[in-house]
C-alpha cells in the first residue's frame, strides 16, 4: 500500500553504512522494478521503525537502519530471499537485533517494570500552537474526512458513538478505525509540517 | 495465533505487551506481509492513545511505553489536540430545546371525573326519558348504552403516560364495544409491578488477563438499586451463539453470579450480552465478569461503589 505521490525512486535515501552496491542489491531483492523496489523499501522501513518502537525500543530508527544492513551484508555473501516469503526474512533478522538490544538493556527493562509511572508530559507545555496548526490542517481537509475524524474522536466513552458512525457508514468498525486512521496520518504529515518539525516520514 | 479473536483485541494485546513472545513473533511477520494489517494496528494504537489521552486509562508500563517515545508524545498531543476540537464542536452543534409540558395532553383528575358524572347524569336522565317514549323491546338497547359508560369509580391509576392515555379516552370517546358487567365490576385494572430499580453498566470484554490491565471502570450503585444490569459488548463474538458468564468477586474469590445458555441480544448499539444480577450479590468491590463460549475465554474488571443515602 503506497500513498500517491509519497515516493520519488531516485530520492530513496540509503542508510548509513550500507554501500551502494549492497543497496542496490537489496532493491531488487523487494522486487525487480527499481520503483517499486524504492516503494517497498520505504513501507518496510516504515514499518520496521514502528515494529521496534512497539516494542519499546530506544533508537527504533537506528534498528531499523541495522536491520537492513545485516540483511544487505547477507545478501551481499549470496544469500537469496524466498519470493514465496520476502519480507520473513526481514523479520527473522529483526528479532535478532531486538533480542540483542534487550538482553543489553534487561537491567534497564526491570527498572522500567516497576510501575507507578506518571503520565508523560505533553509535547510542548503550550499545546496553543500545535492546536492552531491543528485547526489549519482540518480546515484543508475534504469536508468529509474531516466531518469523519472529528465525530470519531467525539465525547467521552466514544466506543458507542463508533459503532454507530460505523453502521450509519455500512462498513465494518476495523475498516472505520483504518479510514479514520489514514485521515489522521494527513493531519499528523500536516501538523508536522505547520509547526516546522521533521515529519515522521524523512529519514535522518 | 488464535485466529477466533477479533483482530483489534489481537492487536491491543500486541501493543499493551500481553502476547507471549511466540504469538507476538507471528503476528510482527503478519504486519511486515499485511499493509492493512499494519494500518489496523496503527489505528487501534491511535484509538489507545486517544482513550488515555481522555484519562479513559489508567497508566500502566506498556502504555507509558507509547506515549513516551518522541513518535509517541507527537502521536499524544495529536490524539489531546483532535479531542479538544472535536469535543468543543460537539458542544456548539448542541441545542437545548426547552421542555414544555403538553398541558392540553393532561386532564386535571378532579376535572375528568366531574364530566364523567356529568355525562352519567346526562344518559340516565336521556335513558328515563327514552324508557318513558319507546316500547319495552328496547330494554336491552338501554343496558347496552349503560354498560358502554366508561366506569365512574375508576381504577387507582398512577401519574405517568399510562394515566394520561387512560383519562384522554375516558374524557373522549366511549369504548368501541359495550363492556359487559363482569369487566366494569372488575374494573380496576390489575396494580403493575413496579419495575426493579436498576442501574445499567456496559462494558467491553478482553482476552487479556493478569494485574496490567489497562483499564478498570468503576460503577456507581445508588442506594435503593435492586437489580444491577451489566450489557457487555459482544461485538466479533456473535457466531458463538450461546454463552456462559460468570461474575465472581476478586477480594474473596468468590463466584457471586453466574448463569448458562445466555445468547446475545441486539442493542442500539450492537450486539451484547445482558446480565441481571441482584444487587445484594454485588456490594462495594472488585469483581471480574468471565463469559466462556466453546473455547473462547474472555473476562472483563469492574469496580463497584455503593453509595449511601
Same mark, same amino acid.
Given at each position: 500500500?503506497? $500513498?500517491?505521490?509519497? =515516493?520519488d ?8 553504512g550500507?554501500?551502494r552496491?549492497g543497496f542496490?542489491?537489496l532493491?531488487?531483492?523487494l ?7 524504492g ?5 518496510n522501513?516504515r514499518?520496521?521503525?514502528? &515494529?521496534?518502537e512497539? $516494542?519499546?525500543?530506544?533508537s ?7 536491520t537492513?544492513? $545485516? ?18 526474512y526481514?523479520c ?6 531486538y ?7 534487561s537491567?534497564? $527493562?526491570r ?5 507507578g509511572w506518571p ?8 499545546e496553543?500552537?500545535?492546536?492552531? #496548526?491543528?485547526?489549519q #490542517?482540518?480546515?484543508g481537509?475534504a469536508?468529509?474526512?474531516r ?5 470519531y ?7 458507542r458513538?463508533?459503532q454507530?458512525?460505523a ?5 465494518? &468498525?476495523?475498516?472505520?478505525r483504518i479510514?479514520? =486512521?489514514?485521515?489522521?496520518r494527513?493531519?499528523e504529515? #500536516? ?6 518539525s521533521p515529519?515522521?516520514?524523512?529519514f535522518s | ?5 477479533p483482530?483489534? %483485541?489481537?492487536l491491543?494485546g ?7 513472545? +511466540? ?5 510482527e511477520?503478519?504486519l511486515i506481509e499485511d499493509d492493512e494489517f499494519?494500518?489496523?494496528?496503527? /489505528?487501534v494504537e491511535a484509538?489507545?492513545? /486517544?482513550a488515555?489521552a ?14 513516551s517515545?518522541p513518535g ?13 476540537v472535536? +469535543?468543543?464542536?460537539?458542544? %456548539?452543534s ?5 421542555f414544555?409540558?403538553? *398541558?392540553a395532553?393532561? *386532564?386535571?383528575p378532579?376535572?375528568?371525573w366531574?364530566?364523567a358524572a356529568?355525562a352519567a347524569?346526562?344518559?340516565l336522565?336521556?335513558?328515563f ?18 354498560n358502554s359508560?366508561p366506569p365512574?369509580? @375508576? ?12 383519562l ?10 359495550p ?11 390489575p396494580k403493575?409491578?413496579?419495575p426493579?430499580?436498576?442501574?445499567v453498566?456496559?462494558l467491553a ?9 489497562a483499564? *478498570? ?5 445508588p442506594? !435503593?438499586t435492586?437489580?444491577?444490569e451489566i450489557?457487555?459488548?459482544?461485538e466479533?463474538y %456473535? ?5 456462559? /458468564?460468570?461474575v465472581?468477586?476478586q477480594?474473596?474469590?468468590e463466584?457471586?453470579?453466574?448463569? @448458562? ?9 450492537g450486539?451484547?450480552?445482558?446480565l441481571?444480577?441482584?444487587? !445484594?450479590r454485588l456490594?462495594?468491590g472488585r469483581? %471480574?465478569?468471565t463469559?466462556t ?9 469492574f ?7
Amino acid at each position: 500500500m503506497t $500513498r500517491p505521490g509519497d =515516493h520519488d525512486a531516485t530520492r530513496t535515501p540509503r542508510p548509513q553504512g550500507l554501500t551502494r552496491e549492497g543497496f542496490e542489491a537489496l532493491l531488487t531483492q523487494l522486487d525487480p522494478d527499481r520503483e517499486r523496489a524504492g516503494q517497498r523499501y520505504e513501507i518496510n522501513r516504515r514499518k520496521l521503525v514502528r &515494529l521496534f518502537e512497539w $516494542r519499546g525500543c530506544d533508537s527504533p530508527e537506528n534498528l531499523t537502519d541495522e536491520t537492513f544492513d $545485516r540483511v544487505a551484508r547477507k545478501l551481499a555473501e549470496g544469500i537469496e530471499l524466498r519470493s514465496a516469503d520476502p519480507y520473513g526474512y526481514f523479520c527473522g533478522v529483526a528479532h535478532l537485533v531486538y533480542k540483542e538490544v534487550m538482553r543489553r538493556a534487561s537491567r534497564e $527493562r526491570r527498572a522500567l517494570e516497576g510501575g507507578g509511572w506518571p503520565p508523560p508530559e505533553c509535547l510542548s507545555e503550550d499545546e496553543s500552537p500545535y492546536l492552531e #496548526c491543528l485547526r489549519q #490542517c482540518l480546515d484543508g481537509l475534504a469536508h468529509e474526512e474531516r466531518d469523519l475524524v472529528l465525530r470519531y474522536h467525539q465525547g467521552e466513552n466514544n466506543v458507542r458513538n463508533r459503532q454507530a458512525l460505523a453502521r450509519e457508514l455500512g462498513i465494518q &468498525l476495523n475498516a472505520l478505525r483504518i479510514r479514520v =486512521h489514514r485521515v489522521r496520518r494527513k493531519l499528523e504529515d #500536516c501538523v508536522h509540517g505547520c509547526l516546522g518539525s521533521p515529519s515522521r516520514e524523512t529519514f535522518s | 495465533m488464535n485466529e477466533n479473536l477479533p483482530k483489534n %483485541e489481537l492487536l491491543r494485546g500486541y501493543l499493551l505487551g500481553e502476547l507471549a513472545e +511466540d504469538e507476538a513473533d507471528r503476528l510482527e511477520r503478519r504486519l511486515i506481509e499485511d499493509d492493512e494489517f499494519f494500518d489496523l494496528c496503527e /489505528a487501534v494504537e491511535a484509538d489507545l492513545i /486517544a482513550a488515555y489521552a481522555r484519562g479513559e486509562l489508567k497508566t500502566d508500563v506498556a502504555l507509558h511505553r507509547l506515549v513516551s517515545s518522541p513518535g509517541g508524545r507527537a502521536r499524544l498531543a495529536l490524539a489531546r489536540s483532535l479531542n479538544s476540537v472535536a +469535543d468543543s464542536r460537539l458542544s %456548539e452543534s448542541r441545542t437545548v430545546v426547552p421542555f414544555r409540558r403538553r *398541558v392540553a395532553a393532561v *386532564v386535571r383528575p378532579g376535572a375528568q371525573w366531574a364530566l364523567a358524572a356529568a355525562a352519567a347524569i346526562l344518559v340516565l336522565i336521556g335513558a328515563f326519558w327514552f324508557t318513558r317514549q319507546t316500547p319495552p323491546e328496547s330494554g336491552a338497547q338501554i343496558q347496552e348504552v349503560k354498560n358502554s359508560l366508561p366506569p365512574t369509580s @375508576g381504577s387507582e391509576q398512577q401519574p405517568g403516560p399510562s394515566k394520561t392515555k387512560a383519562l384522554d379516552t375516558a374524557s373522549q370517546t366511549p369504548p368501541d364495544r359495550p363492556v359487559r358487567q363482569d369487566e366494569r365490576t372488575s374494573a380496576k385494572t390489575p396494580k403493575r409491578p413496579e419495575p426493579l430499580k436498576a442501574a445499567v453498566f456496559e462494558l467491553a470484554l478482553t482476552t487479556l488477563r493478569g494485574a496490567e490491565r489497562a483499564e *478498570v471502570q468503576k460503577f456507581p450503585v445508588p442506594a !435503593g438499586t435492586e437489580l444491577v444490569e451489566i450489557r457487555l459488548d459482544v461485538e466479533g463474538y %456473535e457466531d458463538l451463539e450461546v454463552f456462559h /458468564a460468570a461474575v465472581r468477586n476478586q477480594e474473596s474469590r468468590e463466584t457471586v453470579w453466574e448463569k @448458562g445458555g445466555l445468547k446475545p441480544r441486539r442493542l442500539e448499539w450492537g450486539p451484547a450480552l445482558v446480565l441481571d444480577i441482584p444487587a !445484594g450479590r454485588l456490594p462495594s468491590g472488585r469483581y %471480574e465478569v468471565t463469559v466462556t463460549a466453546g473455547t473462547t475465554d474472555v473476562s472483563q474488571q469492574f469496580e463497584v461503589a455503593r453509595e449511601n443515602r
